[in-house]
């Protein structure tokens, strides 16, 4: 599982135009070979889930996520999640990856990872 994972994450990435493992974005640099996070060369720690949620987000870059979205991809079992839950997620993100803030919410669809301001 976690070698078709793997390979799903490369061509999706190939698929959006990035051949490399690293997901750059200014200041922001997202290995996701490594599973590890860096702003201005700093490494940021992150859980598991928020982790998840970033790499997911910067991956669709640009488009408005929902949080079922979110939940669907962060969750594999077929039970419910409560919503706050994605909320807390990026809210961490947000205090841990300040002052550059690319995770913008769309009041009513979801949140948007906006590459252009970083």
């Given amino acids: 599982i976690e070698e078709l994972r793997a390979r799903a994450n ?3 990435r190939r698929a ?3 051949a490399s ?3 750059v974005f200014g200041a922001l640099k997202i290995d996701t070979a490594a ?3 860096f702003v201005n060369d700093q490494p940021v720690e992150l859980t598991s889930y928020e982790y ?3 790499e997911y987000l910067a991956l669709h870059s640009n488009s408005s996520i929902s949080k079922t ?3 669907e991809h962060l969750y ?3 039970f419910e999640r409560d919503s706050n839950v994605i909320e807390v997620f990026v809210l961490r993100l947000r205090k841990k990856l300040h002052p550059l ?3 913008k919410t769309i009041r009513g669809q979801g949140y948007r990872f906006n590459a252009e301001n970083l």
């Fill in 35 to 37: 599973k590890q996070v």
């Fill in 16 to 18: 959006a135009g990035n």
């Fill in 76 to 78: 594999h079992q077929d």
């Fill in 10 to 12: 490369a061509l999706i």
């Fill in 52 to 54: 998840n949620t970033l």
């Fill in 101 to 103: 803030n690319p995770i």
């Fill in 21 to 23: 493992a690293a997901l």
């Fill in 69 to 71: 979205e979110l939940t």
